[in-house]
């Protein structure tokens, strides 16, 4: 395996199983940090999320939807964690896509039927003066923890890794 397939593949693994990203977010003057439960859709990568429209990362993504975040694992075998940053636009999800997006976020999130009828919030809540909305951030650059680079000289740095690379094989 060549070193894109292997940064690709470690990107591939955090996204699918990690959870929760920390979105970055900004009024235009102060910035803001919120960790959110997301799930991932493909070509082009997306990280689908919701929260409630008064939340204050909702209402900078309205009027400012350039985000940055990251993702990180720790108990990970080896070196014991990895992680990655990306920066991306997003958006609430509008009415027609509701339906399609309140599905696939509760089946990718949750798998096994008995549990997501646990989490299933209804889809009126989604809509209109519903409390909640869907948000996607569209990624445009994603960085993994440069690991190797760590164990040579504990330098805390990012490899840059293609988008097409993510979602070529997903």
């Known amino acids: 395996m060549d070193d894109l397939e292997w940064l690709a ?3 591939r693994h955090l996204l699918a199983n990690a959870r929760f990203m920390t979105l970055a977010t900004g009024d235009g003057v102060f910035p803001w940090a919120s960790t959110v439960n997301y799930v991932a859709l493909w070509a082009p990568l997306r990280l689908l999320y919701y929260s409630l429209r008064t ?3 909702s209402r900078n993504v309205a009027h400012h939807p350039r985000v940055s975040g990251s993702i990180f ?3 990970l075998p080896g070196f014991g964690l990895d992680g990655a940053q990306f920066t991306g636009t997003c958006r609430a ?6 339906a399609e997006y309140h599905r696939r976020y509760y089946l990718l999130n949750f798998p096994d039927e008995e549990v997501r009828r646990r989490w299933l919030l209804p889809e009126a809540e989604f809509r209109g003066a519903g409390p909640r909305r869907f948000y996607t951030v569209e990624v445009e650059q994603w960085w993994l923890l440069d690991i190797d680079r760590w164990l040579i ?3 805390d740095r990012r490899i840059a890794v293609p988008l097409q690379a993510l979602t070529t094989t997903a």
């Open 73 to 75: 694992m720790t108990g």
């Open 153 to 155: 000289d504990k330098h």
């Open 55 to 57: 939340a204050r990362h």
């Open 9 to 11: 593949e470690r990107s």
């Open 93 to 98: 999800v509008g009415p027609r896509a509701v």
